[in-house]
């Protein structure tokens, strides 16, 4: 029962952000808003076990990736930079932009989650510069692009305006950071001086 509480909570999550009820909620499992309360003790509860869920996948798919060895390093890079959350189904940014705004706590979480996914991503950078399939770029400056890219993708109204999904951008946006801006096999005074981000 707590399993199909807490993926009917996200289903309504999706549709009404935090500001769902409980009475809806219980109405939709045909289940008393009582035996919610004996799962959780109050909507906060049922929120964050909804969102600790969606942050346990996420660190299993991390994990998955790190693990996979068939992947080569350029690959892995992109499947770490775009993991989304899976758990119970698609997660909409309508509740990633809620729980920045209305539930401070939880998303320290999330902030955590993306720190460890960094830490992974600048190990794989170290190895894939040391084997010649990466260029050595300036990891701070990196990673403020990265953070910077996931915070302004997050933008709810940014993805429905341009009628595109968070994971749809965000591969788009991995792909133009791994590839560059310079087409393939052009010889052009751009692509002859040192990258941007190349340490002196």
Not at 98 to 113: G, N, S
Not at 128 to 157: P, T
Request: glycine share 6%.
């Amino acid at each position: 029962m707590r399993d199909r509480i807490l993926a009917a909570a996200l289903r309504q999550m999706n549709v009404h952000g935090v500001k769902f009820t409980t009475a809806d909620l219980a109405r939709e499992l045909g289940i008393s808003k009582r035996t919610i309360y004996d799962c959780f003790g109050s909507k906060e509860d049922l929120m964050e076990a909804a969102l600790d869920t969606i942050l346990t996948d996420l660190r299993q798919q991390i994990a998955g990736v790190v693990d996979d060895e068939s992947l080569d390093i350029p690959a892995r890079v992109k499947a770490l930079m775009v993991l989304y959350p899976k758990a119970f189904g698609s997660v909409s940014m309508q509740v990633i932009e809620d729980v920045r705004r209305y539930l401070p706590q939880v998303w320290v979480k999330f902030e955590e989650c993306f720190e460890e996914r960094w830490r992974l991503l600048e190990g794989i950078f170290d190895e894939g510069a040391r084997q010649g399939v990466l260029a050595e770029v300036d990891l701070v400056i990196l990673k403020r692009m990265y953070m910077g890219m996931i915070d302004q993708l997050l933008d709810f109204h940014f993805l429905a305006r341009n009628n595109i999904t968070f994971n749809n951008a965000m591969t788009k946006a991995a792909e133009i950071l791994l590839g560059g801006l310079t087409a393939p096999g052009c010889q052009g005074s751009v692509a002859k001086r040192p990258h941007a981000l190349e340490k002196p």
